[in-house]
């Protein structure tokens, strides 16, 4: 791509040398949002980068599926996702796309679901009874080590994958704002400085590979179906160039994004639950449709009101809240002609508060999803998993889990919040909530 100015106009801001970086490390969230002020296309200058933030919800669909095939995978930040997850269904280049989503598709083929509800169930169940009345806890590390041990007991499920999954889990938070920073100054120059976040994220990293090698000789050598999304995609890896870094890469991205996105989001879900006073309602709900068994995979389509919470929470704090992509030809928008080799940025944090779609963007309502509130524009601008052929597979895994973990925490105690100071998150590649202490006590 050419250095020359994109034609659209210029974030206001910027300046010399680091153009807009200050913003994106130190306000991300703030500032992405304030861009729609601008216009529907802006131009944000990264260092002696440039790329264009699209603010417009109609905008961004248009890439996700309309006019995909002019938009790959790349980017900044997707950049730095492969730098640490390697080649994999979420990573890969546009070509490779079709043959990697038909090799996870039968892993989360809905006759599979109920099992990894099971799986799910279980988990969830281990977690909440090992936690004792009185005690205080951090909401963020048990969410992760919930969606660990759910992950490790369905879509990978060898031997090793548990302790590996719990390795992910405790590192997660280095490594993911070591992707974050990486996203934003790519380049050797950057990764190489003796930082703390840059020493933290070698260090999770180098424990992580480790601990997924393990995994990986697992499922090369056993030879054995672990009835689970992995067990099918192994074998397909053996006819890669290097088949142990082909399933090393799958491994780490479905333990990535299963934990640290599923965590983030239940975290996120129980402190809207708590502020907005909603415990009460859903406990109701839970009781009418569970009385006072555990749920299963068939109740979760029963705990409409709980959805709608889910979804909406979805909504306000979108784990993926960043994305990149890649002009791969000169792209006529009326809006002006994207050059091919562009990046192009969006953020379904910004877009999920579009007043134009959402009715008062700012306030937590739950009953705007139901069937008679709902628009088709806020259904189709809704983006926490994404939208088109690169849609998150995972999608209704993760909704399901969200549920039933959701189900059997509320069920079963009652939590109280400690005061909060704020609930900014710090920037990492995943909109993490900030600590979340809370005391425990029983039904």
């Not at 601008?38 to 002696?48: I, N």
């Not at 099918?232 to 990535?256: G, M, N, R, S, W």
């Amino acid at each position: 791509m050419s250095d020359a100015p994109l034609p659209f106009r210029t974030a206001p801001g910027a300046v010399p040398l680091f153009g807009h970086l200050f913003q994106l490390a130190r306000a991300p969230l703030p500032f992405v949002r304030q861009l729609r002020r601008h216009g529907p296309v802006v131009r944000l200058r990264l260092a002696h980068r440039q790329a264009l933030a699209i603010t417009s919800p109609r905008l961004v669909r248009r890439i996700l599926v309309d006019d995909a095939r002019l938009f790959d995978k790349g980017g900044s930040v997707a950049d730095s996702m492969e730098k640490t997850l390697g080649n994999s269904l979420v990573t890969c280049p546009a070509d490779e796309h079709p043959r990697q989503r038909e090799l996870m598709n039968p892993g989360f083929h809905p006759s599979r679901m109920p099992r990894y509800s099971e799986a799910m169930l279980g988990a969830a169940v281990e977690v909440v009874e090992s936690w004792a009345p009185g005690r205080t806890l951090h909401l963020e590390h048990e969410a992760h080590r919930l969606a660990a041990l759910a992950v490790s007991r369905s879509l990978v499920a060898a031997p090793a994958a548990a302790s590996a999954a719990a390795v992910l889990a405790e590192g997660l938070p280095d490594i993911s704002r070591g992707m974050y920073w990486r996203g934003l100054l790519p380049g050797k120059a950057f990764a190489s400085l003796p930082l703390p976040v840059n020493r933290r994220y070698e260090r999770q990293m180098a424990r992580t590979r480790q601990a997924m090698d393990l995994v990986t000789a697992q499922y090369r050598n056993s030879g054995e179906d672990y009835g689970d999304v992995l067990s099918k995609v192994a074998p397909a890896c053996e006819h890669a160039p290097d088949p142990h870094q082909a399933i090393h890469d799958q491994v780490l991205t479905l333990l990535f994004g299963a934990v640290e996105t599923t965590a983030a989001a239940l975290v996120w879900t129980l402190r809207l639950i708590d502020q907005h006073q909603l415990t009460t309602l859903l406990r109701d709900e839970l009781r009418n449709v569970l009385g006072d068994r555990l749920p299963t995979h068939e109740d979760v389509p029963q705990l409409d009101y709980l959805q709608r919470v889910i979804t909406e929470s979805l909504r306000l704090h979108p784990p993926a809240w960043l994305g990149t992509r890649v002009a791969t030809e000169p792209v006529p928008w009326p809006e002006g002609t994207i050059p091919a080799g562009t990046d192009v940025t969006f953020s379904p944090y910004a877009l999920h508060r579009d007043p134009e779609v959402f009715e008062d963007p700012d306030v937590f309502h739950p009953d705007r999803w139901k069937r008679e509130n709902v628009t088709p524009e806020q259904r189709q601008f809704h983006f926490a998993f994404g939208a088109g052929k690169r849609k998150c597979i995972g999608d209704t895994f993760a909704m399901n889990e969200l549920a039933l973990a959701l189900a059997v925490i509320l069920s079963r105690w009652k939590i109280q919040h400690h005061p909060s100071r704020g609930v900014q998150p710090t920037p990492r590649f995943i909109l993490a909530p900030p600590p979340t202490p809370v005391t425990l006590q029983p039904r």
